[in-house]
């Protein structure tokens, strides 16, 4: 069985860092592409940054040049360095990610989520 497991969240203020991890862990044959996504009180979950099944990295306009994903295929974990938070960072920070597990299908899991909150 697939477990996607996010730790690293928490409070911060305004201009500080955050780094959030996910490791896929169980049956993981591969994996196709990870991400993150997040999703504030009263929003819809929005798409932060990702890789895709190319190596290829995208980030949404709000925090390219602020956050970095980045991954360690040996441990199947996923990165997200957090720099210059805002309030509007505040959200539920969820990962995601496509995985081949023990029968060989692709299916896509989510993480149970971490919270970061910037606030002063």
């Known amino acids: 069985q697939v477990q996607l497991v996010e730790s690293g969240g928490g409070f911060v203020q305004p201009g500080g860092s ?9 049956s993981v044959r591969g994996i196709n592409a990870m991400g993150w996504y997040r999703q504030a009180p009263g929003k819809q979950r929005e798409l932060v940054a990702g890789f895709t099944r190319g190596g290829s990295t995208y980030y949404s306009g709000s925090v390219k040049g602020r ?29 995601n990610a496509d995985i081949m597990g023990s029968s060989w299908d692709v299916k896509a899991y989510w993480g149970q989520g971490t919270q970061v909150t910037v606030s002063s």
């Open 67 to 95: 956050f970095t994903i980045s991954r360690d295929n040996a441990k199947n974990t996923v990165y997200l360095q957090m720099n210059s938070l805002k309030p509007e960072d505040t959200a539920v920070y969820y990962c």
């Open 18 to 26: 955050l780094r959030l991890s996910c490791a896929a862990s169980g």
